[in-house]
């Protein structure tokens, strides 16, 4: 019997970004040389226990140039 993957995850390789490690805020120009580098089929952008702005036009921009198939954001508390 062949086994299938239940969700397109079986198919992929999660990669994640972080933050600096000296302003600990989220390294867009890292982010950046990442998604160059391997070129995702899906970026995905939020937080739940990050204190700070998302800079939503510069993962934007990111996702623009590295031409993922989806690009995903999700609610978060900012501003609150």
Request: hydrophobic share 35%.
């Amino acid at each position: 019997m062949e086994m299938r993957p239940r969700s397109p995850a079986g198919f992929s390789k999660a990669s994640h970004y972080g933050v600096h490690s000296e302003t600990e805020r989220l390294d867009y120009d890292a982010i950046r040389d990442m998604a160059r580098k391997i070129r995702p089929g899906m970026i995905v952008a939020g937080a739940s226990s990050y204190p700070r702005l998302i800079d939503y036009q510069a993962l934007r921009s990111i996702a623009d140039e590295s031409r993922p198939i989806s690009w995903w954001t999700w609610p978060t508390s900012q501003g609150s």
